[in-house]
T-cell receptor
Framework: KQEVTQIPAALSVPEGENLVLNCSFTDSAIYNLQWFRQDPGKGLTSLLLIQSSQREQTSGRLNASLDKSSGRSTLYIAASQPGDSATYLCAASFSGGYNKLIFGAGTRLAVHP | DVKVTQSSRYLVKRTGEKVFLECVQDMDHENMFWYRQDPGLGLRLIYFSYDVKMKEKGDIPEGYSVSREKKERFSLILESASTNQTSMYLC????????????FGPGTRLTVT
């Protein structure tokens, strides 16, 4: 069964800290991996997409990496700010899966001033 | 910018009513998805569509049906609403031009009383 797991479930850090969110998946036949941000009561905002042929993607203070052989992805947030407080979701699609995403449970991040 | 819109942000319906949730995307995406999100259960796929008039069941299709008569519009139908269908409903779309990155709408918070 294809599964996506995120660790930790929750994280609280002081402003300015660099942090890493972890995501693992059980099937190496990954097609895409996508990181999302969700604010309370809102929809999901796509942050980064990594295709299976790529190793990492960067957008501003965010960097996401993909290691298919170990079944892991990390989201690195540099110089965290209180506005980064949200739930971060990792989701993977697998070959032959009609591009359906399988979601992790998310990491709830709180950045305090 | 990709835009996915949903017909209502909040909806309150009575048990037994037939409920229509509408989703529209403006990027000519071939794939569209309906998810529900519940605390502790994460995001679960209800139905998806990979072309006009084509649909596939997701993980939890029971009690729901869908319609896709036009490429830009994907409707979720609750045939006879029940209290256990109280949830946040999220629509998404993806297409090959954007490497199947999924884009989400703002969500509809449905309460069935």
């Amino acid at each position: 069964k294809q599964e996506v797991t995120q660790i930790p479930a929750a994280l609280s850090v002081p402003e300015g800290e660099n942090l890493v969110l972890n995501c693992s998946f059980t099937d190496s036949a990954i097609y895409n991996l996508q990181w999302f941000r969700q604010d309370p009561g809102k929809g999901l905002t796509s942050l980064l997409l990594i295709q299976s042929s790529q190793r990492e993607q960067t957008s501003g203070r965010l960097n996401a990496s993909l290691d298919k052989s170990s079944g892991r992805s990390t989201l690195y947030i540099a110089a965290s700010q209180p506005g980064d407080s949200a739930t971060y979701l990792c989701a993977a699609s697998f070959s032959g899966g009609y591009n359906k995403l399988i979601f992790g449970a998310g990491t709830r991040l709180a950045v305090h001033p | 910018d990709v835009k996915v819109t949903q017909s209502s942000r909040y909806l309150v319906k009575r048990t037994g009513e037939k409920v229509f949730l509408e989703c529209v995307q403006d990027m000519d995406h071939e794939n569209m998805f309906w998810y529900r999100q519940d605390p502790g259960l994460g995001l679960r796929l209800i139905y998806f569509s990979y072309d006009v008039k084509m649909k596939e069941k997701g993980d939890i299709p029971e009690g729901y049906s869908v319609s896709r008569e036009k490429k830009e519009r994907f409707s979720l139908i609750l045939e006879s609403a029940s209290t256990n269908q109280t949830s946040m409903y999220l629509c998404a779309s993806s297409g090959w031009e954007s490497s199947y990155e999924q884009y989400f709408g703002p969500g509809t918070r449905l309460t069935v009383t």
